[in-house]
């Protein structure tokens, strides 16, 4: 009897990932790596990953050991506190961390304010096969434009959840983002 309980649930599950709008790695960095002055470090892997949300994450509480809620179908931001912290661990401590990061199937990472990931975390990324980018760009104006560049590559659906979103926040008293995200 619970067999067919299971098939159900994966039968639906199935149906809404077909419903869901996706873009390659590789699709979002050949179309958006000019304007977000985004660079491959490292080699070409990890482009077949699929982003399933057209925000960001910034994991800094999955770098500690927290992974409860951690948004994995997002792209990673690695900036200027996640980089420090890095750098705090000792060096088998911060290898583990980003090993732990990347077993999470993550679509890819981004190292904001021009920061390069260390030999021995590239090695990890490599293994893992998760593209790696590196950008100059500030990490809040990087989280910025790159939002509006996905929710523009999943199509107007996710425009319109996204929309809504924001005007939420509008009414809240948070206008900034409105403004950022606005013109769609």
């Not at 982003?51 to 900036?79: H, M």
């Not at 200027?80 to 980003?98: D, G, M, N």
């Not at 990087?142 to 959840?161: C, D, K, Q, T, Y």
């Amino acid at each position: 009897m619970s067999e067919p309980v299971a098939a159900a649930v994966s039968s639906t599950r199935d149906q809404r990932e077909k419903t869901v709008p996706v873009v390659t790695v590789e699709s979002f960095y050949d179309s958006h790596a000019e304007k977000l002055q985004m660079r491959l470090e490292g080699p070409r892997v990890g482009f077949h990953r699929k982003i399933r949300e057209p925000t960001i994450n910034r994991p800094g509480l999955a770098l500690s050991g927290f992974y409860s809620y951690f948004a994995e179908k997002r792209v990673q931001v690695l900036g200027a506190a996640e980089h420090s912290y890095l750098k705090s661990l000792p060096k088998r401590t911060r290898v583990q961390r980003i090993r732990d990061l990347c077993a999470c199937k993550i679509p890819c990472l981004v190292m904001s304010r021009g920061f390069h990931l260390a030999p021995e975390l590239l090695a990890v990324t490599e293994a893992a096969k998760v593209a790696v980018f590196r950008t100059p760009m500030i990490t809040m104006k990087f989280i910025n434009a790159r939002a509006g560049e996905i929710v523009g590559l999943l199509g107007p659906s996710a425009h319109s959840r996204r929309e809504r979103h924001w005007q939420k926040r509008d009414r809240a008293g948070i206008n900034r983002a409105r403004i950022q995200f606005g013109g769609r």
